[in-house]
């Protein structure tokens, strides 16, 4: 994965929306999105998967959790023999460790610089973390991109592609195509192979040709051995109080031809976070009290200084659920 937006509890009719690219070398095999174990006593995953390393680069579990990630592009500090990084996906996928936890693990593995989303919408966090930063990210709700460099770094493809996602949000937001229709607008954006100006373009040591050529949403080098092999958009549409999420993912061949297009529904998710029950008082005289009576009716009362219509009444409370209306939970 090389570019990524996602808009967090921006829209309320679809709070979760995911615009990705994967680019890789052609002749790395390859599975498409599909359900599949990455251990074979553990949970299922909805991904496309590496078959050369056996990790992904975006998924979801049913648990709630998400994944996604992208390399941080810098051959000066490469290592060939450093453990696959898509690895991490579906650790975090599979596992039941916090973020910061999570983090602190992978950032200690000799793995090649990452930036991974890493969401668990059953605790309402997603975080941004990277072995190249300090510390992981809580992300706030928002649109966020990401390349193959830091978090919101203004590469040209990053900043037009949370654009484009912004502007489809809002076209869609009270319109009545659903999501489909917004899942094509993102592809098409995911396809664009504008090409950066040379002065608004990143250095990261791989020469001006090569950042000219990576500087597309889609990619497709000179000589055919690299480029973006597959778009996928992440719909999470509320119907009522009702959560659907659509996942599409559409595959490119190396050479011309047709492109395929897989898609997965779920129903009921992402889950919702939990909220611990608060007490709220309630008024001990019951629904049916009404005002206080008025001052000539106040007789019988033993206690000349009760003024207030009723007998005093101890307080009362009762437990109550907060609703859940976002996917985040407030921050502190």
Same mark, same amino acid.
């Given at each position: 994965?090389?570019?990524?937006?996602?808009?967090?509890?921006?829209?309320?009719? $679809?709070?979760?929306?995911?615009?990705?690219?994967?680019?890789? $070398?052609?002749?790395?095999?390859?599975?498409?999105?599909?359900?599949?174990?990455?251990?074979?006593?553990?949970?299922?995953?909805?991904?496309?998967?590496?078959?050369?390393?056996?990790?992904?680069?975006?998924?979801?579990?049913?648990?709630?959790?998400?994944?996604?990630?992208?390399?941080?592009?810098?051959?000066?500090? +490469?290592?060939?023999?450093?453990?696959?990084?898509?690895?991490?996906?579906?650790?975090?996928?599979?596992?039941?460790?916090?973020?910061?936890?999570?983090?602190?693990? =992978?950032?200690?593995?000799?793995?090649?610089?990452?930036?991974?989303?890493?969401?668990?919408?059953?605790?309402?966090?997603?975080?941004?973390?990277?072995?190249? =930063?300090?510390?992981?990210?809580?992300?706030?709700?928002?649109? +966020?991109?990401?390349?193959?460099?830091?978090?919101?770094?203004?590469?040209?493809?990053?900043?037009?592609?949370?654009?484009?996602?912004?502007?489809?949000? =809002?076209? +869609?937001?009270?319109?009545?195509?659903?999501?489909?229709?917004?899942?094509?607008?993102?592809?098409?954006?995911?396809?664009?192979?504008?090409?950066?100006?040379?002065?608004?373009?990143?250095?990261?040591?791989?020469?001006?040709?090569?950042?000219?050529?990576?500087?597309? =949403?889609?990619?497709?080098?000179?000589?055919?051995?690299?480029?973006?092999?597959?778009?996928?958009?992440?719909?999470?549409?509320?119907?009522?109080?009702?959560?659907?999420?659509?996942?599409?993912?559409?595959?490119?061949?190396?050479?011309?031809?047709?492109?395929?297009?897989?898609?997965?529904?779920?129903?009921?998710?992402?889950?919702?976070?939990?909220?611990?029950?608060?007490?709220?008082?309630?008024?001990?005289?019951?629904?049916?009290?009404?005002?206080?009576?008025?001052?000539?009716?106040?007789?019988?009362?033993? +206690?000349?200084?009760?003024?207030?219509?009723?007998?005093?009444?101890?307080?009362?409370?009762?437990?109550?659920?907060?609703?859940?209306?976002?996917?985040?939970?407030?921050?502190?």
């Amino acid at each position: 994965m090389c570019l990524a937006a996602i808009a967090l509890d921006t829209s309320r009719r $679809f709070p979760l929306v995911i615009a990705a690219n994967r680019d890789e $070398f052609h002749d790395r095999p390859t599975a498409r999105l599909g359900w599949w174990r990455p251990d074979p006593n553990g949970p299922e995953v909805l991904s496309g998967r590496d078959l050369s390393a056996g990790g992904t680069w975006l998924g979801l579990s049913l648990s709630g959790r998400l994944g996604l990630l992208t390399n941080v592009r810098e051959p000066a500090r +490469h290592e060939p023999d450093a453990p696959s990084r898509g690895g991490l996906v579906t650790r975090w996928l599979t596992g039941d460790h916090p973020p910061d936890r999570f983090w602190v693990r =992978a950032s200690l593995m000799g793995h090649n610089g990452f930036n991974f989303i890493a969401a668990d919408f059953s605790r309402g966090e997603c975080h941004w973390m990277s072995n190249r =930063a300090r510390y992981a990210q809580r992300l706030e709700k928002g649109i +966020h991109g990401v390349s193959n460099g830091r978090l919101d770094e203004p590469w040209p493809k990053v900043v037009r592609l949370k654009q484009d996602l912004a502007d489809a949000l =809002a076209q +869609h937001e009270d319109t009545a195509p659903g999501p489909d229709t917004l899942a094509q607008s993102l592809m098409a954006a995911l396809t664009s192979r504008t090409v950066a100006q040379d002065e608004d373009l990143p250095v990261t040591g791989v020469g001006l040709d090569l950042e000219r050529q990576l500087s597309a =949403a889609f990619v497709r080098t000179a000589d055919g051995r690299y480029g973006t092999r597959s778009s996928t958009v992440i719909v999470t549409e509320r119907t009522g109080r009702t959560l659907v999420t659509h996942v599409f993912e559409r595959s490119y061949p190396a050479a011309q031809g047709m492109a395929l297009m897989r898609r997965a529904t779920l129903k009921d998710w992402p889950p919702r976070y939990q909220t611990s029950p608060i007490e709220v008082p309630v008024d001990p005289r019951g629904a049916d009290y009404a005002a206080p009576v008025q001052e000539a009716d106040m007789t019988g009362f033993e +206690h000349e200084g009760d003024t207030s219509g009723s007998p005093a009444l101890p307080p009362a409370t009762r437990t109550v659920r907060p609703r859940v209306r976002s996917l985040l939970r407030p921050a502190r």
